[in-house]
């Protein structure tokens, strides 16, 4: 593994510092001053990296989608077939390393500011698009395509959902069980699609 540079070091403490102060104080709320605080550096180093309070937040959100994309990576390596590989997609999404109530939280706000702000609109099109595609791909190898259709958007609506739901958790994620569920809900409507055929 690659030795990791002090910037990136410093940048991930900075993303760390914004995940738990925008979780705490809320997107348009926190300053780039409470940030810093948190981060133990000054507004001026996040200034210098990040150039406003908008660019760290879509850098941190960047940071998460590759966490979301590594774990489904690691999760396709051992997927044989379009069934397992939409088990993977959906577990992807509640890794132990993404769903928690802090990056749930700053997820739901970054998607609530998209609309309003066209960086981030851009990001949130392409994350949409790829979660759409990946889960179209995979039922359409089971299923005919309005019906693979109806089930992709039960199946992403449910996963948006539960992290909706999870900003609003007053305890720690069951990542696991998280997962346990959301496997049910795709068993549940793949059992549902070839009970109508």
């Given at each position: 593994?690659?030795?990791?540079?002090?910037?990136?070091?410093?940048?991930?403490?900075?993303i760390a510092a914004t995940i738990q102060t925008v979780y705490e104080r809320g997107y348009q709320s926190v300053t780039m001053a409470e940030i810093a605080a948190k981060a133990g550096t000054s507004a001026a180093s996040i200034s210098?990296?990040?150039?406003?309070?908008?660019?760290?937040?879509?850098a941190t959100m960047r940071y998460l989608l590759r966490i979301l994309q590594r774990s489904l990576i690691q999760r396709f390596k051992s997927a044989a077939t379009p069934e397992d590989r939409l088990y993977a997609i959906v577990d992807a999404n509640f890794d132990d390393s993404l769903f928690t109530v802090e990056q749930c939280?700053?997820?739901m706000q970054?998607?609530?500011s998209a609309?309003?702000?066209?960086?981030?609109?851009?990001?949130?099109?392409?994350?949409?698009?790829?979660?759409?595609?990946?889960?179209r791909h995979e039922l359409r190898a089971q299923m005919p395509a309005d019906q693979a259709e109806v089930v992709r958007s039960a199946i992403q609506c449910y996963m948006?959902?539960?992290?909706?739901?999870?900003?609003q958790s007053e305890a720690a994620l069951d990542a696991a069980a998280a997962r346990r569920e959301a496997r049910r809900v795709v068993t549940r409507l793949l059992s549902d699609v070839s009970m109508a055929a």
């Open positions: 593994m690659a030795k990791k540079r002090i910037r990136d070091i410093r940048n991930e403490a900075m210098y990296y990040f150039g406003s309070k908008e660019g760290l937040l879509e939280s700053i997820w970054f998607w609530g609309p309003y702000t066209p960086r981030f609109a851009r990001l949130h099109r392409i994350n949409r698009s790829r979660v759409r595609s990946h889960l948006d959902g539960v992290w909706l739901q999870a900003t």
